[in-house]
């Protein structure tokens, strides 16, 4: 007799802190695709819900959703506590929380699946033989954005053709390989933790130690875009944290004092070539009165300042949090 296969164990990991109402939406959607994905048993798919808040905030949210149903949707949801503040942190508890599994997909708490995310992921993994997956993420906006907003294109993110390698990617839709992760001995790195750039940088690492990465196009999850982050402050600010974090990222993977060097010129001259360039582009927009200029010109002219500062060593800490938050 042919013995039977063992199921694989797959953990969908959500990072949160105080979103509890993101959670009540989110977590029925996740164990409907767990369960779907589990259907016919060659996979076993647990939720892990990460709470990130020193309170434990979701802790009670969480157990009301996980106890509604479970039996029916053959997906479990699992609540893990870690009070150490910072996405790395959580990517890491998530990592530690799944010795015996060997696939963990990452998603934000306000994002959302499409239909056939999970599955999209995990079909490619298997057809591809990938150490990780990244998937497409789609906006959506809480109210209509400004003409200047839409023209900047600030919350439009990459679209690929499905097998597509690619060298890093955010975790925000992201399956990793755990096998391949312990092999290579790999940690989201602590130095990131409040600054973002974790993900990039941890998917730097496993490309530079010979895994690679493969694009789905249609294992979407949609972000939801919350008003208040639709002003040009908030989307130039992060501009400039995206450009600051490329050349921390930069400076970590570089193996040797030279190579550090060289680094830190390479992210200087290519941050003032865009400081100028955007900013030209920005003032002809403005001449011409088109928001597409003056919104892209602008984006690339923040992003090129946080490199260069980045490069000159001053760093930015994102998701700092304010001291009653973090007691």
Same mark, same amino acid.
């Given at each position: 007799?042919?013995?039977? *296969?063992?199921?694989?164990?797959?953990?969908?990991?959500?990072?949160?802190?105080?979103?509890?109402?993101?959670?009540?939406?989110?977590?029925?959607?996740?164990?409907?695709?767990?369960?779907?994905?589990?259907?016919?048993? *060659?996979?076993?798919?647990?939720?892990?819900?990460?709470?990130?808040?020193?309170?434990?905030?979701?802790?009670?949210?969480?157990? %009301?959703?996980?106890?509604?149903?479970?039996?029916?949707?053959?997906?479990?949801?699992?609540?893990?506590?870690?009070?150490?503040?910072?996405?790395?942190?959580?990517?890491?508890?998530?990592?530690?929380?799944?010795?015996?599994?060997?696939?963990?997909?990452?998603?934000?708490?306000?994002?959302?699946?499409?239909?056939?995310?999970?599955?999209?992921?995990?079909?490619?993994?298997?057809?591809?033989?990938?150490?990780?997956?990244?998937?497409?993420?789609?906006?959506?906006?809480?109210?209509?954005?400004?003409?200047?907003?839409?023209?900047?294109?600030?919350?439009?993110? *990459?679209?690929?053709?499905?097998?597509?390698?690619?060298?890093?990617?955010?975790?925000?839709?992201?399956?990793?390989?755990?096998?391949?992760?312990?092999?290579?001995?790999?940690?989201?790195?602590?130095?990131?933790?409040?600054?973002?750039?974790?993900? %990039?940088?941890?998917?730097?690492?496993?490309?530079?130690?010979?895994?690679?990465?493969?694009?789905?196009?249609?294992?979407?999850?949609?972000?939801?875009?919350? %008003?208040?982050?639709?002003?040009?402050?908030?989307?130039?600010?992060?501009?400039?944290?995206?450009?600051?974090?490329?050349?921390?990222?930069?400076?970590?993977?570089?193996?040797?004092?030279?190579?550090?060097?060289?680094? *830190?010129?390479?992210?200087?001259?290519?941050?003032?070539?865009?400081?100028?360039?955007?900013?030209?582009?920005?003032?002809?927009?403005?001449?011409?009165?088109?928001?597409?200029?003056?919104?892209?010109?602008?984006?690339?002219?923040?992003?090129?300042?946080?490199?260069?500062?980045?490069?000159?060593?001053?760093?930015?800490?994102?998701?700092?949090?304010?001291?009653?938050?973090?007691?």
């Amino acid at each position: 007799m042919i013995p039977a *296969r063992e199921p694989i164990r797959v953990t969908v990991a959500i990072a949160t802190f105080r979103r509890n109402e993101h959670l009540t939406e989110l977590i029925p959607l996740l164990r409907a695709q767990g369960g779907e994905l589990g259907a016919d048993g *060659r996979y076993v798919v647990r939720v892990l819900i990460i709470d990130n808040d020193p309170q434990g905030g979701a802790r009670e949210v969480v157990a %009301t959703l996980a106890a509604s149903g479970e039996a029916a949707l053959g997906c479990p949801v699992v609540y893990c506590h870690e009070p150490t503040p910072g996405l790395t942190a959580v990517r890491n508890r998530a990592l530690a929380e799944s010795p015996d599994q060997r696939l963990v997909a990452f998603m934000d708490d306000d994002g959302r699946p499409a239909a056939g995310w999970l599955a999209g992921l995990v079909s490619t993994w298997a057809d591809t033989g990938a150490e990780a997956v990244a998937g497409r993420v789609l906006e959506e906006y809480e109210s209509e954005p400004s003409r200047w907003i839409r023209a900047g294109g600030f919350f439009t993110r *990459r679209s690929l053709t499905t097998g597509t390698v690619v060298a890093a990617a955010p975790a925000g839709n992201l399956l990793l390989d755990l096998d391949a992760v312990r092999a290579h001995g790999l940690r989201f790195d602590p130095r990131f933790g409040l600054t973002g750039g974790e993900d %990039t940088l941890f998917t730097t690492q496993l490309t530079a130690a010979g895994g690679r990465i493969v694009w789905c196009e249609q294992a979407a999850v949609v972000d939801l875009v919350p %008003t208040d982050r639709m002003t040009p402050r908030w989307v130039l600010a992060r501009a400039w944290s995206h450009g600051n974090t490329a050349a921390l990222v930069r400076r970590a993977m570089a193996g040797s004092t030279r190579q550090a060097l060289a680094g *830190r010129v390479s992210c200087a001259a290519g941050g003032i070539v865009r400081v100028v360039v955007g900013g030209a582009r920005a003032a002809i927009g403005f001449v011409l009165r088109s928001p597409h200029h003056q919104a892209r010109g602008l984006r690339v002219a923040s992003r090129g300042a946080g490199l260069t500062a980045g490069a000159l060593g001053h760093v930015v800490r994102e998701y700092e949090r304010a001291p009653e938050a973090v007691r």
